[in-house]
């Protein structure tokens, strides 16, 4: 079964409106992290936000916000007042810890287009 | 940003050859990743290390080998490279000491096998 599921494959947004970009997870473990990272077509993996398990609050980090839902295990990423530059991959991806490592499972990724 | 390089950026080579990507790091971090990524799967772990000669698989470790004899280095090896390994590489290191243990990547290594 797929741990990580992004049912977006591309997303399109004007820019400077929000998106929403989706991400559901399936872990029996109380204790993980889930990660956004944005690969813009240059290649390189840029990390974004990060949510724990047991964070009372949703992240935030400037623009980006993780709309965490742990009972629906739902971890959406929202991008506001959108740019031209955020046209990119966007992946999602946990982490479930264990001993002897941190490993990430990633989606698929969504391929978000900004439009002018 | 994370002092990570990996070379070499690109390379091509042929069925049946051995090749080795070199990860290095200059932050010192713990934990160290090979993963792949190909078109439809996401980044997928290889072999991962959680310190200098502490290794272990990933999803995806058949044909690949590794090896970490400093901190700051982590060598991915195709013994004998196939065209299903032909894919973009990432190295990725990570410290728990940080807190959220957050995994940054290196710039990827584009290997083609004809």
């Known amino acids: 079964a797929q741990k990580i599921t992004q049912t977006q494959p591309g997303m399109f947004v004007q820019e400077k409106e929000a998106v929403t970009l989706d991400c559901t997870y399936d872990?029996?473990?109380?204790?993980?992290?889930l990660f956004w990272y944005k690969q813009p077509s240059s290649g390189e993996m840029i990390f974004l936000i990060y949510q724990g398990s047991y964070d009372q609050q949703n992240a935030t980090e400037g623009r980006y916000s993780l709309n965490f839902q742990k009972a629906r295990k739902s971890a959406n990423l929202v991008i506001s007042a959108s740019q031209l530059g955020d046209s990119a991959m966007y992946f999602c991806a946990m982490r479930e810890p264990e001993v002897g490592g941190s490993r990430l499972t990633f989606g698929e990724g969504t391929q978000l287009t900004v439009n002018p | 940003d994370a002092g990570i390089t990996q070379s070499p950026r690109h390379k091509v080579t042929e069925t049946g050859t051995p090749v080795t990507l070199r990860c290095h790091q200059t932050e010192n971090h713990r934990y160290m990743y090979w993963y792949r990524q190909d078109p439809g799967h996401g980044l997928r772990l290889i072999h991962y290390s959680y310190g200098v000669k502490d290794t272990d698989k990933g999803e995806v470790s058949d044909g690949y080998s590794v090896s970490r004899s400093k901190t700051e280095d982590f060598l991915l090896t195709l013994e004998s490279a196939t065209s299903s390994q032909t894919s973009v590489y990432f190295c990725?290191?990570?410290?728990?000491?940080?807190?959220?243990?957050?995994?940054?990547f290196g710039p990827g290594t584009r290997l083609t096998v004809l």
């Open positions: 872990t029996s473990d109380p204790s993980y992290g």
């Open positions: 990725a290191i990570s410290d728990p000491v940080t807190g959220t243990d957050t995994q940054y």
